[in-house]
């Protein structure tokens, strides 16, 4: 947690990135509450956003509002945040739409709390503009609204509308039945494709899956990724892992958090496995770690040119080309300058992670990507490497 004298002097600072870190620090931060009701109503985008993720209580409507309606994203993130566990007016949720469409997918679950109309929504579903037809699929959370909508949803010709359809059905926990009335319709191949994706980790739509795994790659590979939870019997996984591979990336998916598999078979397939499979079934497993280079200490640079020392333990796991990598575990062995007078470094990529001499660090979001691309640590093995890397301000 970053000094309350750190936020201050940063957020005087002209680099965008730092004053965005002393922005964000507020969430955690000592600041006086009164702080915060003068910072919404100067000219500084900074302060705005800290008034946001600073305030204690729920900031007054008219505020909200001129924060929703700010020119500037990172202030509008901010407001997002602020507002992620309350309910407020229909009426507002679509003013400030309808001022940045752009933000539809930044906008967080207040406006699947919102109340909405029927008849508004299906206008929105109907429209030439995805992000509308986005929203659309985001207020139909809303149990008010029929599960038809959602359905057509699931068609749309833009992937961006028919994901945020699957995610809505996800949470109306549509059931059973009738996603087997979905299925039956084959409304099109992605239609399908999508319909396996809301039956992920169903016990009761286990034999669908199992099917659809069957008949192929069309959509076995859909079925591949959605066994994972659905709590697959063993004497399947069994027969899965000595399939083909469309069948052993189904055991992979379906054994991940499994600890009645036993972790010989995990290892027995790796050579033939597809990686990303393979990194989330070797999740909490302890099976000799991937390391695809030894580095001595690793080097990071942070905000403000801040340079952070880490060493990388033994059962880590390592992606990279030996110069740059990423890892999931790391210890902060040092830390060369500071951020604004306080000894730590901060993650130019979140503007938000802290580095601190003595600190461990663990991403469990690691596993999701295989690869040096994705989540985790990222580094240099060279020092004059992260100092010479010039981060954008």
């Excluded at 919404?40 to 729920?58: I, T």
């Excluded at 009335?181 to 399908?192: F, H, Q, S």
């Excluded at 697959?232 to 992979?252: N, Q, T």
């Excluded at 990194?279 to 099976?287: E, H, M």
Aim: proline share 4%; charged share 30%; aromatic share 8%.
């Amino acid at each position: 947690m970053l000094q309350t004298e750190t936020i201050m002097n940063a957020l005087k600072s002209s680099n965008d990135r730092d004053r965005l870190a002393a922005a964000k620090a507020a969430k955690q931060s000592t600041l006086k509450p009164q702080v915060f009701e003068t910072w919404p109503y100067v000219s500084d985008w900074a302060r705005n956003a800290a008034a946001f993720y600073g305030a204690h209580e729920l900031l007054p409507l008219d505020v909200i509002r001129s924060g929703m309606l700010n020119s500037e994203l990172e202030v509008r993130r901010a407001v997002y945040w602020h507002l992620r566990n309350t309910k407020i007016s229909r009426e507002l949720v679509m003013e400030a739409f309808r001022e940045h469409p752009e933000d539809v997918e930044e906008m967080t679950d207040f406006v699947e709390r919102s109340d909405c109309d029927l008849d508004e929504v299906k206008v929105l579903a109907g429209s030439d503009f995805a992000t509308e037809r986005i929203m659309a699929m985001r207020l139909a959370a809303n149990h008010d609204i029929p599960l038809e909508v959602v359905r057509k949803g699931l068609s749309d010709r833009s992937v961006d509308v028919s994901q945020q359809a699957v995610k809505t059905a996800r949470r109306r926990e549509v059931s059973a039945n009738t996603l087997k009335a979905w299925l039956e319709r084959m409304d099109g191949d992605a239609y399908v494709r999508n319909v396996l994706k809301i039956c992920k980790g169903r016990n009761d739509m286990l034999d669908e899956l199992c099917a659809h795994l069957d008949s192929g790659y069309l959509f076995g590979l859909e079925a591949v990724v959605s066994v994972e939870g659905a709590g697959v019997p063993l004497e399947v996984l069994d027969r899965w892992r000595r399939g083909d591979y469309i069948h052993l990336d189904a055991f992979l998916h379906a054994s991940v958090g499994r600890k009645d598999v036993p972790d010989d078979w995990i290892s027995e397939v790796e050579p033939h496995a597809s990686p990303e499979s393979l990194l989330l079934a070797r999740q909490g497993r302890k099976l000799a770690p991937i390391r695809r280079f030894e580095p001595g200490n690793v080097y990071l640079k942070c905000l403000n040119n801040v340079i952070v020392t880490a060493s990388i333990p033994p059962e880590a796991e390592i992606f990279g080309d030996g110069q740059t990598g990423r890892t999931n575990l790391a210890y902060i062995e040092k830390v060369d300058g500071d951020f604004y007078g306080e000894k730590v470094g901060i993650q130019p990529w979140d503007c938000e992670t802290e580095f601190r001499a003595g600190d461990s660090y663990e991403n469990l979001e690691f596993y999701q990507t295989y690869g040096s691309g994705g989540s985790g640590l990222h580094f240099f093995c060279d020092r004059q490497a992260a100092e010479d890397f010039k981060l954008q301000s």
